[in-house]
Structures are given as C-alpha cells and as structure tokens.
C-alpha cells in the first residue's frame, strides 16, 4: 500500500495543535510546514486553495500545478503543504473555523464515510461520470469506499505495493565485506541475515557505522513500521496499524498481538540488536529526516522505509542502495502485502464548501489523470493507480525499478468494506497508545513484560472495534463483528470473492 512517508505517521496533539487552533480562519495554514503559493492569483479568475502533506513529492505537485494552470487560463492554484502529523486535525480545525481549502488531499481521520456524514465532501456525480469513471481501472470505484449512496467523493492516484521495505546502504555492506562472488552486494532476505549483517557492519566499522538505524524523534510511530515488514513475513497478515492498514487479522476478525508468536519473536530479536549495540545511539531523537541522511551518508548500514525516501536521495545523487521487503525468519514468507482498493481509492476531494466546484474537479481530474500518474512515477514517488503508468520504460532509477517489482510480492486480499459496505460508518476510537508506542516501549526498556502489552493492547482494540460495530448496527445498518472474518482465507494465495 503505497503512500507518503508521512501519511504514515500517527496525529500528534498538544502545543503546536492547541496553537493552530487559536489560529483557525484565515491564518490556519501558517501551521503547515509549507505555505508557499503555487503562483499569484488573477482578479478575473478563481483562485483554488489546496492542501497536502506531500514533502518529498512537492516538486511533482509544482509541476502538476504549472500544467494544470496553463490548460485553464484564470484559474490559479494556491498550494500549502500542511505538517503531515497534524494533518488531520487541521482539516477538521478548518471546517469548524470557515477556512476549508478547495481541493485537499484525504485526511486518513476521520474515515471517508464520516467526512460524507458530516457534510464535508461535494459529490462529484455531475462530472464523474460513467465514463469519466471508465479511464481508470475496473473496481476503483466501490461502494462504502470511495462511493457512497451511489455518489463518487474522491479519486485516486496511487497504485497498491508494498508499503515498507529495508533499505541497504550499498556502499557500507561493500566496506564491511558484505559481498557475493561476483561482487554484488549480499541483500539480507532473513532476520538471521539482518542480524549477522548487522553485526558484520558494526563491529567491522570499529564503531564509527552502525547495522541498523532509524528516527522517530517526530513521535510519529515511526516504530511500528519495523513491526509492520518484519512480522508479516513470519505469518502475521495483519502486520502493525499504519497508514491505511488496520493490523485485523482477517482470518480470525480480531488482533493476534498476543497469539501469533511473531510479534513477540520479532520485539525480542529487536531488544538483542539494541542491546548488542547495532542500532545507532541516537535514533529514538533524529527526525525521520534526519535518518534519512545519516542512511545516506554511511552512518548505518540499514534502515526501515518507504518509496517516499527514494526522490529526496536520488536529487543528492545518491542511489548506491538496495531494497528488499518482507524479510522473513525462513527463505520464504508466510504472508503478504496485501491490495487494498478501499486505501488506494481516496486520495483527492472537493471541499462541500467550494465557491468553484467544478475548477475543483477539474484539479481532481488533473492530478488523478493517466498522465499525471506516469509523472508520478517517473518522478520516482510510487505506482501509479493507472497500471499502464507503471511500465519499466521511462524508469531510469534502478532501486525505484526494484520496488515497482516488488508490487509482484503484493497479493489480493480480503477487504470487509468490499464484501458489506454497511462497515464504512464503522469507525472505531485509536487507543492512546498504539502499536508503535507499543514498540517504542520495549525498545527504551520502559515495557518489561512483552506479551501481557501486547494481550491488553490488542483485547482494547477488539473492544473498540466492537463497539463502534454495534453502534453502526443500531442505526438500522448491517454490522456485525463476523463480517470482519474470513476464516478460509490463505495469506499465501491471492484471495477471490468466491471465498466471501
């Protein structure tokens, strides 16, 4: 499941949120990270306000921006990249202070069925039409996911892959030794071969590289992303809740924290490389920026990420690495990465309170279009929803060439939206303290007994779940807990409908 480095990050709350609030009406997008203007607006024209989180790929914005505003004379864009990590707040900050944007990038809070029930998306019927919806993949457009009522929301931009992968500086495994014959570097497909190369790096480098790094000094639950690729190798299909997954095990309806092994297997093999001192020192306070150039500098010799990485590295003309996904304890995975039509389907919607609804759309159409999408991708982001867009031709990035193949290591899975659209009104309260505070906790030593976190985090996660099922059924609805399980359901093959 591709998305932003930064989509993937949980929503922080305090000052700086408290401050934004203050600021809420016209001043409110002071608190993203960018506010620049993508061009000054005409007196004659319209002028569109925008929001994303998008950071890494701003400069594939600028440029859909510029396109967009040559095609239609008068209309300008007004861009502003918000902080990714209060992004959902400040969408909602803004509908309560009058100053929603025209267009804006899908908050991943509240759901997209409850931004319908509040009356904060404009139906895109009138100009998403049958045809319009042809020009994309057959089932993009599902009920309870990006449709509801029968009315489109939101389009897509992005295709499904893989969502993390271990990244591996191929200059730092050359000076440790880590080679094959032929001189290629020797990729660790293992959690045996992460620790033995991990050691290999830090004791060969006297101290001055590290095997393995990360930052999570945002507070962004950077953590759970290490849980996320390493677990589900080992049979946990569910992973870690982060960006649009869940952590559900589908097969049983519920949170396996506690009974599959491999959670717990995966945080004490964790704990070890602390304690043997193949983690940099610091990371717990480098911002997730910050690790990415220390990664690029040498300083550790692997690291967990995204596709969002690979643009910002390869403007510093640095592309000596490789990547692999879904390092598992055996040579083969016991499950997957698994396509999600309900995470790819919403990317951009138009504001219910537009002055210039269909300018809007037609910035929706823009950024959405076939030939947007295979600028995406060429401007190494991700896969494009569009599969034509993801052909190898034009791709002159070997690591980004590696991960548009990896979406050959994604499978179809099971998706309970899909089967009763009813769940979309589901949406249950997130714990205070997540899977990746979860992480965080054993990493620092501040959670001693494993497996008891573990059963208590994932009980109030299916008590959650549960009530916020029963209060969709209350309203007349079909929701049930049993829609969320697909008992016949093998993580190994890809699922089909005939088995819902």
Known sequence: MTASPLSRRTFLRGSALAACAVAAGGALSACGSSGSGSGSGSKSGSALTYWDWYVTQAPWVDGEVSRFQK????????????????????????YRGGSTPDVFMVPQSPGLAEQVDRGWLLPLDQWATPAWQAGFPGGTFIEGANVFGGKVYSAPLKGSAPQYQLYVHNGVFRSAGLTNPDGSVKVPTTWDEVSAAADTITRKSGGRTYGLGFGNGDNMGLMAWWLDLFVRGAGAPGGAPSGTGTGLDLRVGSWTYASDRSYADFLELMVQWKQRGYFYPNSLSLSDEA??????RGKFGMTVGGVWNQPEWTQHKFTDYSL??????????????YADPVGTGAFAAVSARTRHPQQAFQWV???TSAAAGRRWVQDLNGVSVHPADNAADGINSKPF???VAMTRQELTGPVPVVRNPDLAGVTPQAPKSDIGDLVTGVYTGQIKDVRSALSSLADQKGRLLSTAVAAVAKTGKKAAMSDYVFADWDPTVPYTTKKA
């Open 401 to 403: 060439a590696a991960f």
């Open 324 to 337: 692999v996904t879904l390092p598992s304890p055996g040579p083969t995975p016991k499950a997957y990465y």
């Open 71 to 94: 095609a239609h004379p008068g209309v300008t864009v007004r861009k502003t990249t918000q902080v990714s990590a209060k992004y959902a707040d400040l969408v909602a900050l803004a």
């Open 365 to 367: 159409d823009a950024l």
């Open 291 to 296: 690790a990415r150039a220390f990664f690029e």
